[in-house]
């Protein structure tokens, strides 16, 4: 199994600032992602944070909006940048050990941009 | 590509059954299943890999038809803790990441 502690678990942010999340996990892990899920929505995946390289980005999230870095097997940030309202959402860290299996999710962080 | 889940939402009465479907436009290596509460990340159910397996525990089972690239999770004899957000989720054949459905909600009324 594994656990994932991310934070902050809420923050509250001005428009045009930038926010980074961070996402630990208890063990080595080669998968991670980060998800959004905007208020009353699915989980959308932002994009893949690949150890050692660039994140691989889903159609709609671009690099210099959502910047994600893993220095390592254990620990990965997202980072929200020049924020707009319509960033407002949960945002979720997840791991899997291998493909196949599931999916752990860290607790969210809830951003709201005034 | 998104996979399509229906219904959207589901009202029962406690002790009634329900069924929820997810279907994909693309060939699948697994199908995710995952109840998410209001303000709680979401929980995994169970996972489905190609082969048209059935899984289940308790009263909650799934089934996943490979050629048809669809899926169905199945609650019997529902309980109040049932209730939440159901997503699917699908893993194409070549790729690790998860897509999830649009969700369903599902309520359950004493």
């Known amino acids: 199994s594994a656990v994932i502690s991310q934070k902050p678990s809420r923050d509250i942010c001005q428009r045009g600032t930038s926010l980074t999340i961070q996402c630990q996990v208890d063990s080595q892990v080669t998968m991670m992602f980060w998800y959004r899920q905007q208020p009353g929505q699915s989980l959308t995946l932002i994009a893949t944070a690949n150890q050692g390289s660039e994140a691989t980005y889903e159609s709609g999230f671009v690099i210099d909006k959502f910047p994600i870095s893993r220095p390592n097997l254990t620990f990965s940030t997202l980072t929200v940048s020049n924020m707009s309202p319509e960033d407002s959402s949960i945002y979720l860290c997840?791991?899997?050990?291998?493909?196949?299996?599931?999916?752990?999710f860290g607790s969210g962080t809830q951003l709201s941009v005034l | 590509q998104q996979p399509v889940q229906s219904p959207q939402a589901v009202i029962l009465r406690e002790g009634e059954d329900a069924v929820i479907n997810c279907s994909s436009s693309k060939a699948l290596y697994s199908v995710h299943w995952y109840r998410q509460k209001h303000g709680e990340a979401p929980v995994f159910l169970m996972i489905?890999?190609?082969?048209?397996e059935q899984k289940g525990h308790e009263k909650i089972s799934a089934s996943f038809n490979e050629k048809k690239q669809q899926s169905s999770l199945y609650l019997t004899a529902s309980q109040l803790s049932y209730s939440g957000t159901y997503f699917c989720g699908t893993e194409g054949s070549s790729a690790s990441k998860i897509i999830f459905g649009s969700g369903t909600r599902l309520s359950i009324r004493p």
């Open positions: 997840s791991v899997r050990l291998a493909a196949g299996e599931k999916l752990f």
């Open positions: 489905l890999l190609k082969g048209g």
